[in-house]
């Protein structure tokens, strides 16, 4: 928002303020307040770290006074936390997974997402602007479908926090603008980088040898080296535990999801194989699999997370209940994930019109009201739509 | 107990049972102790040897052999030693907890009980039926992050309900580096004054220093020195003092070994200290670098400047005008100097 006009950056600033104002109660203090690092971003674009307060009153009182854009607060549960960095004294941290839904490669994200020039603030069709020829930056504008598939990750990573980690005590928060934060509650507290690593990886099911967790099966006649005819097969085993199972147990569902009987990919139905077969013996059946329905399984079943932002213990977070200045939408929790809508469940600003100029923005919804399209256009808006779009440097506040 | 106390007299319950025997160390100027002190001596040398020293006595003659040893150790002051010695201590506890865990269950609850939670303050639970063990992910993090293997990988094994399923082997693995870390503290924490030691502990102190001078590994650090390049000699010092060197490292010293000469038997040696040491997947890695597997090629030393990309470089004066590690002719000993 640095680079808005100054009249349009009061106006949401002011908009914050009064949301802080009206929503004190919405501020989630994080457990030992005392020992966590804060920060927070301004709107001229000045970040403040190193912060530490006693209670959330004391918190609450710089948020009215100084109205950032941004709030932020440590996994990282400090000794020092106002210190530099290598004197805070880290004591342990939470154990946070951040979706972000840009990494999703949403389908539908040409059909709502716009680009704004970084030099002219052109609001254009591609990634390059066509009126100076400079790099477009990309604005996003998440539709329900991008909202979808964020909500399929996160029941993803909480069902293998619950049964593969037995975390039963999190908090999943919508991030304010394009992404979910997972926050664990209580357990996984004293695990330093390469521990989390490990559960980064885990949850991706990145590094998965198949020939650990499965017992090989040689159809044919193949030596050591691979030569000769014949193919190389998995025992599948649907009643193990992790991953094992959940591979297993996917692969030998009769179904996928779309109803459709899983005959393997492209390339095995040219060959006209499935992607597992089976076999009795006596009274059970055992199933074997290819590696690509494996891999398959695997592509649909691993959750798509941030790693960086498990791994790194001193990284900070944005607070909950408080507003993400690139959408002015609030990071709030998710009671209930399938039923939530950020586009109600987090949009707080209030209603009252501004005369504003639009360069660009496509149909979105907020509080139940559709707006836009809009390109180059002035509008009345309600103060939470305006805010929506300007925090995303597409609209300022017009004469009228 | 008593069984229990012979097989790992580095428990608490050994060093209360010792307090109760009440021995002096002048005691040991007795003839009739000398028995203790050549078990002692064996379970040293065979440290010094590289071999697991195997003879299991009572408890009372186990406990204070183990001692004694440690008091060898120290008494002999050299630190590459302490490791070794804590090593293949730790290799022998291995062996012991190996057979333990396979008994029944009441035995495996008591070793259980007694080693990993006493000593190592990690709950492992066994599950009678599957002949399994569990131990919580966070415990179990503890120990594998140190692990280069793909085996220990957490997504490479079973997890369930916040707990990782594992073998007895793979149980006994985990906690070998804190064993080994444990009995190093002992001997390293032992105040000691040499001069007081009953003659015939001095003696055999004294031998047992003379054979470390005279076993080539001890030796050959000493003489061949000068002759490796300080990126080589780093690696090698972190193995010998127990540490865990990077997979580049360990490819670095191994394919620069290959390039002089070593046999691949001996290069495979030089791992042996690793924490994650398997003899097996060592032999596999090191005959692949020397193209004997595989796809047959084989992988020569990496130049200089990869090394340093790598964050392996030492560079010193013997390293001017060399572009990779097996150009090193050797540096100017102090003898050489002037």
């Known amino acids: 928002m640095s680079n808005q006009g100054y009249e349009t950056i009061q106006v949401v600033r002011q908009a914050f303020r009064e949301f802080y104002y009206n929503n004190s109660r919405m501020l989630e203090a994080p457990e030992e307040i005392g020992a966590r690092e804060f920060g927070y971003s301004t709107f001229n674009g000045v970040m403040v770290r190193h912060l530490s307060f006693k209670s959330i009153n004391e918190l609450y009182a710089l948020l009215i006074r100084e109205v950032p854009s941004d709030v932020y607060s440590s996994a990282a549960y400090y000794t020092n936390p106002t210190l530099p960095m290598e004197e805070k004294g880290l004591r342990y941290a939470d154990l946070i997974f951040d979706i972000d839904i840009k990494e999703l490669n949403p389908p539908c994200s040409s059909t709502h997402d716009v680009y704004i020039c970084e030099r002219c603030s052109n609001v254009t069709e591609g990634r390059v602007c066509d009126s100076c020829n400079t790099n477009a930056k990309r604005v996003v504008f998440p539709c329900d479908s991008c909202i979808e598939l964020g909500k399929r990750e996160v029941k993803k990573i909480l069902a293998i926090l619950e049964e593969d980690l037995g975390i039963d005590r999190v908090k999943v928060y919508f991030s304010g603008n394009y992404?979910?934060?997972?926050?664990?509650?209580?357990?996984?507290?004293?695990?330093?980088?390469?521990?989390?690593?490990?559960?980064?990886?885990?949850?991706?099911?990145?590094g998965m040898v198949y020939d650990i967790l499965f017992k090989r099966y040689r159809r044919g006649k193949i030596d050591d080296e691979g030569n000769g005819r014949g193919s190389d097969m998995?025992?599948?085993?649907?009643?193990?535990?992790?991953?094992?199972?959940?591979?297993?147990?996917?692969?030998?569902?009769?179904?996928?999801?779309?109803?459709?009987?899983?005959?393997?990919?492209?390339?095995?139905?040219?060959?006209?194989?499935?992607?597992?077969?089976?076999?009795?013996?006596?009274?059970?059946?055992?199933?074997y699999a290819y590696t690509h329905a494996i891999e398959d399984a695997l592509r649909l079943l691993s959750v798509r997370i941030d790693p960086n932002v498990t791994i790194d213990v001193h990284r900070i977070f944005r607070l909950a209940g408080t507003l993400n200045g690139k959408s002015s939408l609030a990071k709030v929790t998710c009671e209930c994930i399938d039923s939530f809508d950020?586009?109600?469940?987090?949009?707080?600003?209030?209603?009252?019109?501004?005369?504003?100029?639009?360069?660009?923005?496509?149909?979105?919804?907020?509080?139940?009201?559709?707006?836009?399209?809009?390109?180059?256009?002035?509008?009345?808006?309600?103060?939470?739509?305006?805010?929506?779009?300007?925090?995303k440097g597409l609209a300022t506040i017009a004469k009228s | 107990m008593s069984r229990v106390i012979a097989r790992y007299p580095f428990l608490r319950s050994a060093g209360e049972y010792l307090r109760l025997l009440d021995y002096s160390l002048d005691e040991f100027n007795d003839p009739s102790m000398s028995h203790i002190?050549?078990?002692?001596?064996?379970?040293?040398?065979?440290?010094?040897?590289?071999?697991?020293?195997?003879?299991?006595?009572?408890?009372?003659?186990?406990?204070?052999?183990?001692?004694?040893?440690?008091?060898?150790?120290?008494?002999?002051?050299?630190?590459?030693?302490?490791?070794?010695f804590a090593l293949y201590e730790a290799r022998r506890a291995e062996g012991f907890l190996l057979e333990d865990l396979k008994r029944d269950r009441s035995a495996i609850e008591n070793i259980l009980t007694?080693?990993?939670?006493?000593?190592?303050?990690?709950?492992?639970?066994?599950?009678?039926?599957?002949?399994?063990?569990?131990?919580?992910?966070?415990?179990?993090?503890?120990?594998?992050?140190?692990?280069?293997?793909?085996?220990?990988?957490?997504?490479?094994?079973?997890v369930h309900r916040g707990y990782v399923y594992l073998d007895a082997k793979d149980v006994i693995r985990l906690v070998r580096d804190e064993l080994v870390h444990l009995i190093m503290k002992r001997i390293e924490g032992m105040r000691l004054d040499i001069s007081s030691l009953p003659e015939p502990i001095l003696r055999r102190s004294e031998g047992l220093k003379s054979m470390l001078v005279e076993d080539k590994e001890f030796r050959?650090?000493?003489?061949?020195?000068?002759?490796?390049?300080?990126?080589?000699?780093?690696?090698?010092?972190?193995?010998?003092?127990?540490?865990?060197?990077?997979?580049?490292?360990?490819?670095?010293?191994?394919?620069?070994?290959?390039?002089?000469?070593?046999?691949?038997?001996?290069?495979?040696e030089l791992?042996?200290?690793?924490?994650?040491?398997?003899?097996?997947?060592?032999?596999?890695?090191?005959?692949?670098?020397?193209?004997?597997?595989?796809?047959?090629?084989?992988?020569?030393?990496?130049?200089c400047e990869k090394v340093m990309l790598q964050g392996l470089c030492f560079k010193d004066e013997g390293c001017d005008g060399i572009k990779n590690p097996v150009q090193f002719k050797g540096r100017k000993s102090d003898e050489d100097k002037d």
């Not at chain 2, 195997?54 to 003659?61: M, Q, R, T, Y």
């Not at chain 2, 060592?282 to 193209?291: C, I, K, P, S």
């Open chain 2, 220 to 268: 050959v650090e000493r003489l061949e020195v000068k002759s490796y390049p300080p990126c080589i000699l780093n690696v090698l010092r972190t193995l010998e003092q127990g540490g865990n060197p990077s997979h580049t490292a360990r490819v670095l010293l191994a394919t620069y070994m290959l390039g002089i000469g070593k046999s691949v038997d001996q290069v495979c």
């Open chain 1, 234 to 287: 998995f025992v599948l085993r649907p009643n193990a535990y992790g991953w094992a199972g959940r591979i297993s147990r996917y692969i030998i569902s009769a179904e996928d999801g779309e109803g459709r009987r899983k005959k393997g990919n492209d390339k095995d139905k040219e060959k006209g194989k499935k992607g597992y077969t089976s076999k009795r013996l006596g009274d059970h059946k055992l199933y």
């Open chain 1, 342 to 391: 950020p586009s109600v469940d987090a949009c707080f600003i209030s209603d009252r019109e501004v005369y504003a100029y639009v360069a660009g923005a496509p149909r979105f919804r907020l509080k139940g009201n559709t707006f836009g399209p809009y390109r180059q256009e002035c509008s009345r808006l309600p103060l939470y739509a305006f805010c929506y779009i300007a925090c």
């Open chain 2, 114 to 158: 007694l080693v990993f939670k006493d000593v190592f303050a990690v709950d492992v639970k066994y599950i009678q039926g599957e002949g399994r063990f569990i131990m919580k992910v966070e415990d179990y993090l503890r120990y594998s992050t140190s692990f280069h293997d793909s085996y220990w990988r957490l997504t490479n094994r079973v």
């Open chain 1, 179 to 206: 992404g979910f934060h997972i926050h664990v509650r209580g357990s996984y507290l004293n695990l330093d980088s390469k521990a989390r690593s490990e559960i980064v990886n885990y949850v991706s099911a990145k």
């Open chain 2, 37 to 84: 002190i050549d078990k002692a001596s064996k379970r040293v040398l065979a440290a010094i040897n590289g071999t697991v020293y195997s003879e299991l006595s009572d408890e009372d003659v186990e406990v204070v052999s183990f001692l004694l040893a440690c008091i060898l150790v120290r008494s002999i002051g050299v630190k590459s030693l302490y490791r070794r």
């Open chain 2, 271 to 303: 791992f042996r200290s690793a924490p994650d040491y398997n003899e097996r997947v060592t032999r596999y890695q090191v005959e692949h670098l020397a193209g004997l597997r595989g796809n047959r090629v084989a992988y020569s030393c990496p130049s």
